[in-house]
């Protein structure tokens, strides 16, 4: 009966181990693709500004202020490197988004624009999107860091270089 144990417990050991490992792995990979659907849908409104920029500069060109504010905080944007720098740039991002829908009402004529309405339209449903891909990311963030932080996961995760997400909070 000993010698049964003596091989039924490692054999047990490694497959837990073989299982856990691939469940680190198959959550990582869902991690980084919820990171990549974030991206796609923050792209799509990086090529929304210039277009929002220059259909309301055509009405108020005075406002130049505002859309060199859009234009640096897009490329801000565009360069972050990480979920909080992404998501504190996208924030800013969109506070400049909002500075150029309040330059619009106060032009009759551009709130008429059918190119602004439809871009104004894009925008809310890139929005939607983008909230939409930022939940699911993060509810796959917080998924996987309970699975390689709850022992004994977390033994095997540390020892074979599996680490935590940072979580895509809007508020930076």
Known sequence: MSQYLLIAVPALGALWALISYNRFVTMRNRCVNGWSQIDIQIMKRHELVPKLVETVSGYAA???EVFERAARLRSESMAAT??????SAEERLEGSIRALIGVAEAYPGLKADTVFLELQRDLTRLEDDIRFARQFYNDTVM????LIGVF?????ARATGFSE?????AGG
């Open 152 to 156: 004994p996961n977390s033994l095997l």
């Open 82 to 87: 990480s979920p909080a720098a992404a998501a």
């Open 62 to 64: 005075h406002e130049r």
């Open 165 to 169: 997400r940072e979580f895509f909070y």
């Open 143 to 146: 998924r996987y860091n309970t």
